[in-house]
């Protein structure tokens, strides 16, 4: 490569970058803060609403069912629409909903159903309306990054992730603070104020979120003709190497093979995203001091997400990135069960955060090693779909062993088994363990 041409590859990426990523990080830290503020809210809404441990775990996971439901379909619809028109529908929707989480006690008096029955509707219909904005922006991202480059964008977009955790915790012990201001609790103002951001970032992403390379007029002649050219010899490639159809993708071995992966990495952090502010309030601290001790793995997993990600770009090394980083949140995971301190309990999951974290953009630089087009917008739906029900067993599990044990070890136990599980299973991949004909998938994992 010559050097104009290098100068010409860095000047279009960067300028991509920038167009592109900053917007998703904004609507996957609304998307995120929408998902988990509920474990902030169940501080005080639980004993206001008379929810046990179950029933919030209930209530929490029940999202991931009809989240699981509808994300092969909704990847499906943007494939179709366009990404603009379809994001733009998820950030809308689901912010509405969102929203109307903070008047359960009102919907209850008006439809005649009780709080917990409200509860778990808006829930389930919570997860229906954001189906699909993750595995999109994925796929979405796939339609705008070389291979060289995806490992380190999705690093810098699921940095959104443990970025929202980190400003989540004091905005949500602040809002909580704000009970009774005017005639209604903090945690109910906590599910209003947080949905405002993705109904206004619906509208945004509408107007500004070009669908494909081939209609960004942003783009000079030379950088888009490049950009084209590059992403088309890869997509090439990957159809050289395997074709498939949408139903051979949602079928294919590996993508349900990956999709066990994801799920036992997901349900790490859901397990954390969903119960760190209770384990650590539980330890007598204030909504203040909890949000703020909460947020400390976040800010942990944001740095070493992208450094993580951007490092296995450099080293051009997918599998042993994964394995490293699994077994580290496994091990920490096993570790934080055994400890009896809030301070003693933090170091183990910021030491967990790098593994949870990290392991994620080096795993989603997979999928597309051996799909494209419609069979990648599909495979990857089902990967995070069949993952995500994680966030339904994980909550689910991690409040029915703390109602039958009295305490959180049994449920961080069983988030370790399963990380370690998923650890031995990347670590045993080699290129003698794909089926024949799947060349794809050995360069995938096999580096």
């Not at 859901?270 to 007598?284: C, M, Q, R, S």
């Amino acid at each position: 490569m010559t050097t104009s041409q290098r100068t010409l590859e860095q000047v279009t990426m960067r300028r991509v970058m920038w167009r592109t990523v900053p917007l998703l990080i904004l609507c996957y830290i609304a998307s995120y803060l929408d998902r988990v503020n509920i474990s902030y809210a169940a501080l005080t809404m639980n004993h206001q609403l008379g929810f046990s441990s179950s029933v919030y775990g209930l209530g929490a996971g029940v999202f991931f069912l009809t989240y699981f439901l509808f994300e092969v379909p909704s990847n499906m619809m943007l494939h179709r629409l366009g990404a603009s028109r379809w994001i733009a529908r998820i950030l809308l929707t689901w912010g509405v909903l969102s929203g109307a989480m903070g008047f359960i006690p009102q919907i209850a008096h008006l439809t005649g159903l009780g709080p917990q029955t409200v509860f778990y509707v808006i829930r389930l219909l919570l997860g229906a309306a954001e189906a699909g904005f993750f595995p999109g922006v994925i796929f979405y991202l796939t339609l705008w990054f070389p291979e060289a480059y995806r490992a380190r964008v999705v690093g810098y977009f699921m940095a959104a992730m443990p970025v929202a955790g980190v400003v989540g915790g004091p905005l949500c012990g602040w809002i909580l603070g704000l009970n009774g201001v005017p005639g209604m609790a903090g945690w109910q103002w906590l599910f209003v104020l947080e949905a405002v951001p993705a109904i206004v970032l619906g509208f945004v992403v509408l107007f500004r979120l070009a669908d494909r390379p081939e209609r960004a007029a942003w783009l000079a002649p030379d950088q888009l003709a490049w950009l084209v050219a590059e992403l088309g010899r890869e997509q090439r490639q990957v159809q050289h190497r395997a074709r498939h159809s949408v139903w051979q993708a949602m079928t294919n071995p590996m993508v349900i093979a990956l999709s066990l992966i994801y799920f036992s990495m997901t349900y790490l952090n859901y397990t954390l995203g969903f119960f760190l502010p209770t384990i650590i309030h539980d330890f007598g601290l204030s909504d203040q001091k909890t949000g703020l001790m909460a947020t400390i793995p976040s800010a942990v997993g944001a740095v070493c997400m992208a450094f993580w990600g951007w490092h296995s770009d450099r080293k051009d090394e997918r599998k042993w990135h994964l394995a490293f980083a699994l077994a580290v949140g496994s091990v920490c995971y096993l570790a934080a069960s055994l400890m009896h301190t809030p301070l003693a309990i933090i170091v183990c999951f910021c030491i967990a955060a790098f593994g949870i974290y990290g392991a994620m953009p080096v795993f989603w630089t997979l999928p597309s090693t051996f799909l494209s087009g419609a069979s990648a917008a599909a495979g990857i739906a089902v990967i995070n779909a069949i993952a995500n029900l994680s966030g339904f067993t994980g909550p689910y599990l991690m409040g029915w062993l703390k109602s039958v044990t009295g305490g959180y070890t049994a449920g961080m136990l069983a988030a370790a088994i399963l990380g370690g599980i998923a650890t031995l299973t990347v670590a045993g991949f080699g290129r003698h363990r794909f089926p024949v004909g799947q060349p794809a998938m050995q360069d995938g994992l096999g580096k």
